[in-house]
């Protein structure tokens, strides 16, 4: 089992950054595609990005491009979401999700999320 731990949210003004960090513990999760993923009020969750095993051909949804940036670093088992340019639209929980079988998944586990909450 991979336990899934998401942090650095919060409430930042339009234009301002965050950088979202997502913890893994129980298994490393070096041979996992790790994603991102939102949910806005109301709405469904939707993916964002998406990172392969060893860093390599990161994926995005074509709303953050040239915005926001997964990484990841293996030995700290931990993936990260930077995310600049912030718009009011980008306000939500974020998700991390490991072991996706494709990008856009399905993946195997999941984090339970921070908020983000972007003013105007």
């Known amino acids: 089992q991979v336990q899934l731990v998401e942090s650095g949210g919060g409430l930042v003004q339009a234009g301002g950054s965050l950088r979202l960090s997502c913890a893994a513990s129980?298994?490393?999760?070096?041979?996992?595609?790790m994603g991102w993923f939102r949910q806005a009020p109301g709405k469904e969750r939707t993916f964002v990005a998406a990172?392969?095993?060893?860093?390599?051909?990161?994926y995005y949804i074509d709303s953050v491009k040239g915005r926001f940036t997964i990484s990841r670093d293996n030995a700290k088992n931990t993936v990260y979401l930077q995310m600049n340019s912030l718009k009011p639209e980008d306000t939500a929980v974020y998700y991390c999700?490991?072991?996706?079988?494709?990008?856009?998944?399905?993946?195997?586990?999941w984090g339970r999320g921070t908020q983000v909450t972007v003013s105007s």
């Open positions: 999700a490991a072991d996706g079988r494709r990008y856009l998944g399905p993946y195997g586990y």
């Open positions: 129980g298994r490393t999760i070096s041979r996992y595609t």
């Open positions: 990172i392969n095993s060893s860093g390599g051909s990161p």
